[in-house]
């Protein structure tokens, strides 16, 4: 099944942890991307990737990290979490990186930052 | 930068009332436009696009067409169901690789 893989789903952790939420696809898409979601804003982007070892900041990328050393993996590292990071995030992956693409998001992790 | 102003909600409908959602960008160059869809506890899903001006993007009963000259991208259905309750969100992509929503509008239809 085609699916975007995201884990852990739920994860409550304490300031300064370090954790990473790993997101995978198998549908050999070139395009992938991370984003958080707040009541009241949305979704905004913190992270993409056009391709394998090509990424980008979003609109909100402080406090992120993320790497692409393969096409099917795109994890999102928050080196030194805080509150303020409390959030939904979602995955999302295109097959092409172009406009026209449309995302095929992951089921989401809902992270809690104390 | 690329913006999206969705309607806001929410929005409270009666089984078979007409729907629309209101939907403007603005962004530089030429965008494609996007409606996902979200039920409760679950990812988005693509509901339509279009790609360039007066393409006219449909599914499930929705549409909405791609209108240049007033940058909006209105979502409509003729006769929406209690199954249609869940929150619509319009985006836009650009060529470079980003991609920006609106804040999301929360549909209840009633029985």
């Known amino acids: 099944e085609a699916q975007v893989t995201q884990n852990p789903r739920y994860l409550i952790t304490v300031t300064g942890k370090k954790l990473t939420v790993t997101c995978s696809q198998n549908m050999n898409h070139e395009y992938m991307s991370w984003y958080r979601q707040d009541p009241g804003l949305g979704l905004r982007q913190i992270y993409y990737?056009?391709?394998?070892?090509?990424?980008d900041k979003g609109d909100v990328p402080e406090g992120y990290k993320v790497s692409r050393k393969e096409k099917r993996n795109f994890p999102l590292i928050l080196e030194s979490p805080s509150p303020n990071q409390t959030s939904l995030y979602f995955c999302?992956?295109?097959?092409?990186?172009?406009?026209?693409?449309?995302?095929?998001f992951g089921e989401g992790s809902r992270l809690t930052v104390l | 930068g690329d913006s999206v102003t969705q309607m806001e909600g929410p929005v409270t409908l009666s089984e078979e009332a007409f729907l629309t959602i209101n939907c403007t960008y603005t962004?530089?160059?030429?965008?494609?436009l996007f409606w996902y869809v979200q039920y409760p506890g679950e990812g988005l899903q693509l509901l339509l696009k279009a790609t360039k001006a007066d393409d006219k993007g449909s599914n499930k009963g929705f549409e909405a067409t791609y209108r240049k000259e007033t940058t909006s991208f209105h979502l409509e259905k003729g006769s929406v169901q209690v199954s249609d309750s869940a929150v619509y969100f319009c985006?836009?992509?650009?060529?470079?690789?980003?991609?920006?929503f609106g804040d999301g509008t929360t549909l209840t239809v009633k029985p």
């Open positions: 990737s056009m391709n394998v070892e090509v990424t």
């Open positions: 962004a530089t160059g030429y965008p494609s």
């Open positions: 999302a992956s295109s097959l092409t990186s172009g406009s026209a693409g449309e995302l095929f």
């Open positions: 985006a836009l992509n650009t060529n470079a690789g980003k991609s920006t």
